[in-house]
């Protein structure tokens, strides 16, 4: 299982950035899929996951309102739109898989999410 994350930059406060994560060697159908995110000096913290194929989503508190996940089967890839970006968002962006089948709730824990993309670099200037 790979997962490629892309899609981060540099740009200003209040402007807007979609992450994608392209996974292969598995098809999400029954699993679920997540962002993480860790700052500078600061511990990788839960952003927003899914469960894919599915409405049920959850958001940090930090982002709710701003971001939002979202998946395209046909394409394997989960995304992550973030609007009204704020330099309280600057962080490294990881996508994670949780492979657990059936999982009734949304994997919030890093240890619940067993593949990690490498990460892409999310910038806000204020």
């Known amino acids: 299982v790979q997962l490629q994350a892309s899609g981060g930059g540099l740009v200003q406060a209040g402007d807007s950035l979609r992450l994608s994560c392209v996974v292969s060697?598995?098809?999400?159908?029954?699993?679920?899929a997540g962002w993480f995110r860790q700052a500078p000096g600061k511990e990788r913290e839960f952003v927003a996951g899914?469960?894919?194929?599915?409405?049920?989503?959850l958001y940090s508190e930090s982002v709710k309102g701003r971001f939002t996940i979202s998946s395209d089967n046909a394409k394997n890839t989960v995304y992550l739109q973030m609007d009204n970006l704020k330099s309280a968002d600057t962080a490294v962006y990881y996508c994670?898989?949780?492979?657990?089948?059936?999982?009734?709730?949304?994997?919030?824990?890093?240890?619940?999410?067993?593949?990690w993309g490498q990460g892409t670099q999310v910038t806000v200037s204020s």
């Open positions: 994670a898989a949780d492979l657990k089948r059936n999982r009734v709730v949304v994997a919030t824990e890093i240890f619940e999410y067993g593949y």
């Open positions: 060697g598995v098809t999400f159908s029954r699993y679920g």
């Open positions: 899914m469960k894919w194929g599915t409405t049920t989503q």
